[in-house]
Every structure is written in structure tokens, then in C-alpha cells.
T-cell receptor, first 114, second 116 residues
Framework: SQTIHQWPATLVQPVGSPLSLECTVE??????LYWYRQAAGRGLQLLFY??????ISSEVPQNLSASRPQDRQFILSSKKLLLSDSGFYLC?????????????FGDGTRLSIL | AQSVTQPDIHITVSEGASLELRCNYS??????LFWYVQSPGQGLQLLLK??????LVQGIKGFEAEFKRSQSSFNLRKPSVHWSDAAEYFC??????????????FGKGTHLIIQP
């Protein structure tokens, strides 16, 4: 069966520091991968998605970037964090090439910026 | 562009009572729809999905949802709630972007509180 892992689970960072969140998927090949952010009291906002290694699409221009160095690895980064980057970050995957598929989510990373 | 509205931010239900969570969507084509549940500090778990066919779909944990095209609705129901159902519930509509990935648009969620 497929599993998705995110780490760290919790992170506290000062303003202006860099960020690296990692997501890996096991048990499947060539997945589509997604990063979402969930701010308090809001729904989920799609940040980035990827259909393959090195292929990143950004949905919302911002302080963050994403990379996909390997087929089942998706990384969310920032060079300098802002207070507004605080939130709950979720990674998700779907089967590539199959339309109308649900997305399967990791357990998320709680990011607090001080 | 597609959108999802969950009109109830909070709902309080007594344990053992029935539940209905509302979801309205806006989408230019035939939608595919999902309900997810999120426990505090956790990721999202898929409860059920609708793609086509029978408009009443069954999901996990005793949940069901009914797709009504005329009302653009996809309401979630459960005949008898348990204290463990207390969580945040999200409705989502799927789309197919030209880039080759299916993006989901989420509602803002409904926080379900269970009274003993």
C-alpha cells in the first residue's frame, strides 16, 4: 500500500530564517505531488504541484518555492521566512495519468514563525 | 473558476443524533466531489468521493453524501454521530488543470462539535 511521510511534524523558526520541509511517498511510482497551506480558520490553499522530476507549477506567487529532486520526493523551501508563512503545511499525492482521483494527504507540518 | 461553499462554520450535534453538513459548489463541467475529515493536528482523511453514476455515495465511518446537480450541492450525512466524529470536515471539488495535475478546490471547512 502507499504511504506518504512529512517531516518535521512541528517547526518553530525565527523571521528571516530559511525553511526546508520534506515529503516522500512510498508504494507508488510517478505520482503527482502537491503542497497545500492551511491557515487558521481557513480552508486549504494549493501552493505548488508537480507532475514529474524537476517539474513544478506554482499556484500562488509568494515567498516559498518547491523542488522535486526525485520521483517520490517533494520539498518546500524558503530563503527567508515571513511571519505570514506560519500555518499548517500539507503534502498530498495522486496517481499520475488517472483523472478524477482523490488526493491522499500526509500528516502535515505545523510551522510557527516567531 | 470552481468554488466550494460550506455555509456552516460550526455545527453542534448531540451524540446519537443525525448529522447533515452542507456543501455547495460552482463548477463549469461535471464535477467530481470529495469529503475529507481532519482531526486536530492531523492530515486529511478521505471520507467519500463522487465521480458519476449513483448520486448517493457511501463512505467510511458510516458517512454518506448525496449529489444534487439541480442544487449544486453535495451534502454529507450520518444517521447517528459518535463522539469520535468531532473534527473538521472539508468539501472539495476537483478540476483538471492544463498542466496535467488534478487540483482540488476546498471549502473553508465545518467544525463539528459533539455534545454528550
Amino acid at each position: 500500500s502507499q504511504t506518504i511521510h512529512q517531516w518535521p511534524a512541528t517547526l518553530v523558526q525565527p523571521v528571516g530564517s530559511p525553511l526546508s520541509l520534506e515529503c516522500t511517498v512510498e508504494g507508488t511510482s510517478n505520482p503527482n505531488l502537491y503542497w497545500y497551506r492551511q491557515a487558521a480558520g481557513r480552508g486549504l490553499q494549493l501552493l505548488f504541484y508537480s507532475v514529474g522530476i524537476g517539474q513544478i507549477s506554482s499556484e500562488v506567487p509568494q515567498n516559498l518555492s518547491a523542488s522535486r529532486p526525485q520521483d517520490r520526493q517533494f520539498i518546500l523551501s524558503s530563503k527567508k521566512l515571513l511571519l505570514s508563512d506560519s500555518g499548517f503545511y500539507l503534502c498530498a499525492w495522486t496517481h499520475r495519468g488517472r483523472r478524477n482521483q482523490p488526493q491522499h494527504f500526509g500528516d502535515g507540518t505545523r510551522l510557527s514563525i516567531l | 473558476a470552481q468554488s466550494v461553499t460550506q455555509p456552516d462554520i460550526h455545527i453542534t450535534v448531540s451524540e446519537g443524533a443525525s448529522l447533515e453538513l452542507r456543501c455547495n459548489y460552482s463548477y463549469g463541467a461535471t464535477p467530481y466531489l470529495f469529503w475529507y475529515v481532519q482531526s486536530p493536528g492531523q492530515g486529511l482523511q478521505l471520507l467519500l468521493k463522487y465521480f458519476s453514476g449513483d448520486t448517493l455515495v457511501q463512505g467510511i465511518k458510516g458517512f454518506e453524501a448525496e449529489f444534487k446537480r439541480s442544487q449544486s450541492s453535495f451534502n454529507l450525512r450520518k444517521p447517528s454521530v459518535h463522539w469520535s466524529d468531532a473534527a473538521e470536515y472539508f468539501c472539495a471539488v476537483g478540476s483538471y488543470s492544463g498542466g496535467g495535475a488534478d487540483g482540488l478546490t476546498f471549502g473553508k471547512g465545518t467544525h463539528l462539535i459533539i455534545q454528550p
